[in-house]
């Protein structure tokens, strides 16, 4: 066996047998299969599978050879320790995963390990992480943390989980935890449901998230795997070669193709930096590109997509492969957003964007403050783009009355340039993000539960109405009975009390409460209860963020034969890694999450098996 072969090298193979299994069952590999690279304009790659190509056309394209790998969320988990938890941990029986935390803490030089694990003020908690497609050295992810199934914890609140090393990890026939090397390191503050309390509410209690606490140390390519009937040199060499004449990129100033052939039957393919928050569509348009096509052919495919374009039916999968032929396919969509029909507009606009076109900005705008199933999408197009125009539609946004809509702009603002000073904001006290947005539009509170740890303000000067006593994490307390002076105090076991004196804005509560020790965790409870006191009279939202899987109602044709007219459909896009995220089935204030775009593996994990979860 080859040694030191990165994970993407091992699912290569092995999709590699599972599909000349596959093929070999379904007779599309021919004996006398034969390959004449020397003959001139003459594709290496045969036609196995023209149901795939564009009708009525003969272009083969990359999807038709090959398939990609690296799409999945890779699982990552670990055993880990957390502090700070003043007596509501718990003394763990003997485990494998007690034994596997001992041996860790052994090899770090902790003394005394077993009073450490004893102590009521520590809980050993199992830590679960997925690493999107496309990942990349030091990007930042969400981990969950929760106890074990035997533990007696009763709560997790004001916990600090200390450095983890994320692996994968299974379990053997004897139960004896089997890992592999270290994906990831994890570590920070542990945000539970503010609103949980209680013995009947112990389970939300003994579980949480880490909001960015996981860093990646291992970028995660993704890859084309050709199908056994093409897989030889030549054939990758030329699949490479068509993605890159289409897809290129900067590596220290030095202009490089995204793709890499391995082998005979592996492309290893790197994210374009203008898709790094939709990686989806980036391998849709990658599986679009054409191998090989003469100027005659390409002029005659152009006409015919441009007519699938204006057709609603087809418009979608048209707009991706003219997006895949690139800036020759601009004149084409640039009639498409002139069309009379809403979805032939977006599908035009939204391809035009990532090929930063500024006649995108406009229908793109259109469609985000209009129509809810194509916003999510939308912006993130917009976000895509290196545009002035498209800043300045997304910063008209955020003062409209919508909070997914404004929450969904400043998102977009932010991955468009994070540095930008209108939505830059700052770190406070390394605890988390804290951006206050001069708006029009009412005031509203935003944080988060998923992506990062963050706090914004739509409206700097808002103001908490007393009286109000709130709780900021289990040492600090907000207090304000009449009047304009509010009180913060710290009370800490061991520790001096400490105590601010400042003026009912919530800027400077916010500001004074993480000034004391505060973290986000502690932040984020104390605007809960704010607003469940009705001492904060602005809006408060949780991750109002732009969904997926939304119905649009497409208006009734005026052909009778017309069978889809007047039906119901989903945006046949993937829901962009911008606007993905896992969290609880529903927030705690009430909106249905359906956001779980992530494919989990369809067996029981070892975190499954260990908390006795289905």
């Known amino acids: 066996m080859k040694p030191n072969r990165t994970w993407l090298e091992v699912e290569a193979e092995n999709f590699d047998r599972r599909t000349f299994i596959k093929f070999s069952i379904g007779g599309l590999i021919f004996s006398g299969f034969s390959i004449l690279p020397g003959c001139s304009g003459t594709s290496i ?78 809980e050993i908690v199992l830590v679960r992480a997925y690493m999107r497609p496309g990942i990349q050295k030091g990007d930042p992810f969400d981990v969950e943390v929760r106890v074990l199934a035997q533990s007696e914890c009763t709560s997790l609140r004001g916990g600090w989980l200390l450095e983890s090393r994320l692996k994968e990890m299974t379990v053997d026939f004897h139960e004896q935890i089997r890992e592999g090397k270290a994906l990831a390191l994890s570590e920070g503050a542990i945000l539970v449901d503010p609103a949980a309390d209680g013995e009947e509410d112990r389970t939300r209690l003994t579980r949480g998230r880490i909001l960015g606490g996981g860093v990646c140390l291992e970028s995660r390519k993704l890859g084309m795997v050709l199908r056994p009937e093409y897989k030889n040199v030549m054939a990758s060499t030329q699949l490479g070669n068509a993605i890159n004449s289409r897809f290129y990129r900067y590596v220290s100033g030095v202009k490089q193709g995204v793709a890499t052939p391995q082998n005979d039957k592996f492309v290893e393919l790197a994210v374009h930096p203008r898709y790094k928050d939709n990686v989806e569509r980036y391998v849709r348009v990658v599986r679009s590109v054409p191998l090989r096509e003469s100027p005659a052919q390409r002029l005659s495919r152009l006409a015919l997509l441009e007519r699938q374009l204006l057709d609603p039916i087809t418009s979608a999968n048209a707009a991706l492969r003219l997006e895949a032929i690139g800036k020759e396919g601009v004149k084409a969509l640039a009639k498409g957003v002139k069309s009379g029909d809403e979805e032939v507009r977006f599908y035009s606009a939204e391809a035009l964007a990532y090929l930063d076109e500024t006649d995108a ?3 793109l705008a259109e469609a985000a403050k209009k129509e809810r199933a194509f916003r999510a999408y939308a912006l993130t197009a917009l976000s895509a783009m290196n545009d002035y125009e498209a800043r300045t539609v997304l910063r008209e946004m955020l003062d409209v009355t919508s909070a997914e809509s404004r929450y969904g702009a400043f998102r977009a603002l932010w991955a468009m340039n994070s540095r930008d000073a209108l939505v830059e904001g700052e770190n406070l006290n390394d605890k988390f993000s804290y951006h206050l947005i001069e708006s029009k539009g009412p005031p509203m509170v935003h944080v988060t539960r998923s992506y990062r740890a963050e706090v ?91 969904q997926g899987g939304r119905t649009y109602d497409r208006l009734p044709s005026d052909d009778p034969e017309e069978e889809d007219s007047g039906k119901d459909f989903v945006v046949a896009n993937p829901l962009p890694g911008l606007f993905s995220s896992r969290v609880a089935k529903s927030d705690s204030n009430g909106r249905k999450n359906r956001r779980h775009t992530e494919k989990e593996p369809p067996k029981r994990s070892l975190l499954d098996k260990i908390t006795g979860r289905d």
Do not use: W
Not at 490 to 498: P, T
Not at 506 to 517: F, K, M, N, P, Q
Not at 524 to 531: H, N, S
Not at 535 to 543: G, I, M
């Open 45 to 122: 790659f045969r036609s196995q599978s023209p149901e795939e190509t564009t009708p009525g056309s003969d272009t083969r394209l990359a999807g038709d050879v090959a398939v990609p790998v690296g799409l999945n969320s890779f699982q990552v988990q670990a055993i880990g320790l957390v502090t700070g938890l003043e007596r509501t941990g718990s003394d763990a029986p003997p485990s494998a995963q007690q034994a596997a935390l001992l041996d860790e803490m052994k090899k770090r030089g902790v003394q005394n390990p077993h009073q450490v694990l004893s102590s009521a003020d520590t």
């Open 361 to 363: 900005v406009a229908p």
């Open 456 to 546: 914004v303000l739509f409206g700097p000067r808002q103001h908490l109405k007393p009286p109000f006593v709130l709780d900021a994490g289990k040492h600090i307390q907000i207090v304000c009975r009449d009047g304009n002076e509010v009180t913060i105090s710290r009370f800490g076991v061991g520790e001096q009390d400490q105590k601010r004196i400042v003026s009912t804005g919530l800027d400077e509560i916010i500001r004074s409460t993480v000034d004391l020790g505060g973290s986000y965790p502690d932040v984020f409870q104390a605007l809960q209860q704010a607003k469940a006191q009705k001492a904060l009279e602005s809006r408060f939202e949780v991750d109002a963020l732009p």
